[in-house]
């Protein structure tokens, strides 16, 4: 059991600026808190894991249900390769017979014999060729979905990861509106009693300290739901990151779309199970196609009796082509091409798709990427300089708290789309690496 001070020590920086305004209620709502994030952290018995997002994807690796399934799955397909390959076992019966023969003085003698056969199927030539082409392209094919699996684990645990940073920075942000609120409310108070301001003010603040408790329930709620997806992902049950989250800045990327597209169509582990699809499919259709070869067998007996040794060499073929035997390869052989055409048009849709979301998804990278550069360099300083001049003001008795109220908000909305567009980013660059095949 492990405590996370550093969580503690974060909560009692929060709580620390309340004292000093005696605001006893807003005080005993934050030892709630900081309650609960003891308990939490003595009580629960998992154990921690690095926040870094490449340590969340290598332990989804490890412990992914569905990820080590994939992974059986192609074992046991390479394993049906290698009985598929073989001829049909030979078959080794002993036989044991007595027969009564009556002599020329009239008299019946019993004689007895045994013997031993030995019997063989033999398949026409290229048949378990063919069974054993299919059953390998099957093989591949299931151990390409398993790293597309594994790339597709990726993204959706990148994707969670960097909704987690929004929510972790829109929390931070409305802990710290709650404080400068709380000091506004406790401003208006003493203003109100030298005649300076409105009671209205004071009821102003109160009420919008309250929608902010309101939003970090929610969004309490929405990080434990993304924290729990987290979970499922990995393959535990529960966790807690030990740290906050932080991101790089966005880049802009300025790239040849069509090459990119090729390479991606060239790396995408989802195109090349579709092409050991085709390829198993291709050995099916030859398989169809040698249904009506016959096959051989061959049988050799030995009986050995009291007179002279008997023995028999026998040799026969299977007859597939006769009508009773309803063994009439042209339906096989067109259900397997008309397989074989779907697969094919399936590819290359598939491969039309590619194209079409790499092209929208560097798209979007690139109007976030404008976002984030327009709300860092001209939003937020704009709406800083706001706040601060409507807050001299507002002290000076020369604005409305109204004003001084908007000015803020405009703030928190600037500083949570800086925060917003980063992760969104982010997670068209989690597409993006997922599209091209590469991995994080």
């Known amino acids: 059991m492990t405590t996370d001070y550093g969580t503690l020590l974060d909560a009692w920086k929060v709580m620390k600026p309340l004292i000093q305004f005696n605001d006893m209620q807003i005080l005993i709502s934050r030892f709630k808190i900081l309650f609960v994030l003891m308990l939490l952290n003595f009580t629960l018995s998992t154990s921690q894991i690095d926040p870094t997002l490449k340590a969340l994807i290598e332990e989804a690796k490890k412990n992914n249900p ?34 009564r023969e009556r002599m020329a003085h009239g008299d019946l003698e019993s004689m007895r014999a045994y013997g031993v056969t030995l019997k063989q199927m033999w398949m026409w030539p290229g048949k378990t060729r063919s069974m054993r082409n299919a059953m390998l392209s099957d093989a591949d094919s299931r151990k390409y979905q398993a790293e597309d699996f594994s790339q597709t684990l990726e993204e959706n645990i990148s994707q969670a990861y960097f909704e987690l940073y929004m929510l972790q920075e829109q929390l931070a942000l409305n802990i710290k509106q709650q404080t400068i609120m709380d000091k506004f409310a406790a401003i208006s108070t003493r203003m109100y009693e030298t005649g300076m301001a409105k009671a209205e003010d004071f009821l102003r603040a109160r009420t919008e300290i309250a929608k902010l408790k309101t939003t970090e329930s929610q969004l309490l709620a929405k990080q434990q739901e993304m924290i729990s997806m987290l979970g499922f992902w990995i393959g535990r049950t529960a966790f807690i990151l030990s740290d ?78 006769v009508p009773w035997a309803n063994s009439n ?94 992760a969104s980013w982010h997670m068209a660059h989690a597409k993006w690496m997922r599209l091209m095949g590469v991995k994080e």
């Open 329 to 422: 390869p042209k339906g096989e052989i067109r259900k397997s091409n008309s397989q074989l055409m779907n697969l094919e048009f399936k590819k290359k849709s598939m491969e039309n798709m590619i194209r079409a979301e790499i092209h929208s998804v560097l798209q979007e990278m690139q109007s976030e990427y404008r976002r984030t550069e327009l709300a860092e360099n001209e939003l937020f300083p704009l709406a800083e300089l706001t706040r601060k001049s409507s807050e001299a003001a507002y002290r000076a008795g020369k604005t409305e708290f109204l004003m001084v109220l908007d000015a803020y908000r405009m703030e928190y909305m600037a500083r949570e789309e800086i925060a917003m567009t980063k």
């Open 244 to 321: 906050s989250i932080t991101l790089t800045e966005p880049i802009k990327i300025d790239s040849d779309e069509s090459q990119l597209a090729d390479k991606a169509v060239q790396a995408r582990n989802d195109l090349k199970a579709m092409s050991s699809m085709i390829e198993m499919a291709k050995a099916q259709q030859h398989s169809a196609k040698l249904q009506n070869r016959p096959d051989f067998m061959t049988e050799a007996r030995w009986m050995p009796m009291t007179g002279p040794d008997e023995w028999a060499l026998m040799a026969g073929i299977t007859l597939p082509w």
């Open 66 to 99: 569905e990820l080590n399934s994939l992974r059986a799955s192609v074992d046991a397909a390479q394993g049906e390769a290698l009985q598929a390959g073989a001829q049909p076992a030979p078959q080794l019966m002993g036989e044991l017979a007595q027969r």
